[in-house]
């Protein structure tokens, strides 16, 4: 059984910063790629950021230089550091996780954390 959490979400006013946490657990045997995505009410789910198990890194190009993706492998988590937000950012925002569990290698998702731009 493998699960993905995230946490961090809220309220925040926009310009300021919020930093998203994903734990991965279960039967893990290795990570690949990781990534968080958002949903906007009424919109279709979009990347925002992917990062390999070697730390290579890609970004929407509507949040390059305010994002970063990052990852701790010893810990299994992925964070997204997000600033300079804005109102339209506001989403539920959900990891993903390519990974092999057993000798199974499938793609997980997490429950999704809400984040609400507003002053």
């Known amino acids: 059984q493998v699960q993905l959490v995230e946490s961090g979400g809220g309220l925040v006013q926009p310009g300021r910063s919020l930093r998203l946490s994903c734990a991965a657990s279960g039967s893990i045997f290795s990570i690949n790629a990781m990534r968080w995505y958002r949903q906007a009410p009424g919109k279709e789910r979009e990347l925002v950021a992917r990062?390999?198990?070697?730390?290579?890194?890609n970004y929407a190009d509507s949040v390059k230089g305010r994002f970063t993706i990052s990852r701790d492998n010893a810990k299994n988590t992925v964070y997204l550091q997000m600033d300079s937000l804005k109102p339209e950012e506001t989403a539920v925002y959900y990891c993903?996780?390519?990974?092999?569990?057993?000798?199974?290698?499938?793609?997980?998702w997490g429950q999704g954390t809400q984040v609400t731009v507003s002053s």
């Open positions: 990062i390999t198990s070697g730390g290579s890194t």
């Open positions: 993903n996780a390519d990974l092999y569990h057993g000798l199974r290698r499938d793609y997980f």
